[in-house]
């Protein structure tokens, strides 16, 4: 299906632009001197192609300082999106300590009755690898002395 349309018969305003249709006739009637685009023609498509008339429009200098914002803008959102996952990672790391942490308490208390509260911080505050040298010793261990040697 085709259409054409002789774009100075099209004499609607925007307002009385009713349909995706108008709009676009509309947008192409007067894209050469659209500074941006009015609300109303604010649909993706048409934001889409706003854009690349602009682009196609602009002086050398112009599409560098376009090119150097897209790019920095897509290293700001590159780092924005290691950050978060680094810090799930992080989250990740410190769930794990926590639970494997409070695993290994329970474990000393019902092996070993009430911990006193240095062991408990040091279990609280140690790392990954000792909390699991610590739970393996747990079974073999007459004290728990002999489970932080």
């Known amino acids: 299906l085709h259409y054409f349309i002789e774009l100075p018969k099209f004499t609607k305003d925007l307002d009385g632009c009713e349909n ?14 659209l500074e941006e ?3 109303k023609l604010g649909i993706d498509p048409i934001r889409h192609a706003f854009e690349k008339a602009r682009v196609a429009n602009m002086t050398l200098d112009e599409l560098e300082l376009y090119d150097k ?15 978060m996952e680094e810090g799930k990672l992080e989250g990740k790391l410190e769930g794990k300590l926590e639970g494997k942490a409070e695993t290994l308490l329970q474990l000393l208390q019902k092996r070993f009755g009430l911990v ?16 699991t040298t ?8 007459d004290s728990l002395q002999t489970v932080f040697q």
Not at 23 to 32: C, L, Q, S, T, V
Not at 116 to 131: F, M
């Open 37 to 39: 685009i009015p609300p």
């Open 69 to 83: 914002a897209g790019m920095a803008i897509a290293d700001a959102r590159g780092r924005i999106t290691l950050a």
């Open 134 to 141: 610590w739970t393996d010793r747990i079974f073999d261990a």
């Open 20 to 33: 995706i249709f108008d709009k676009w006739i509309y947008f192409i009637k007067y894209a050469g001197s």
């Open 116 to 131: 006193p509260e240095p062991i408990r911080a040091k279990v609280t505050s140690a790392k990954l690898e000792d909390l």
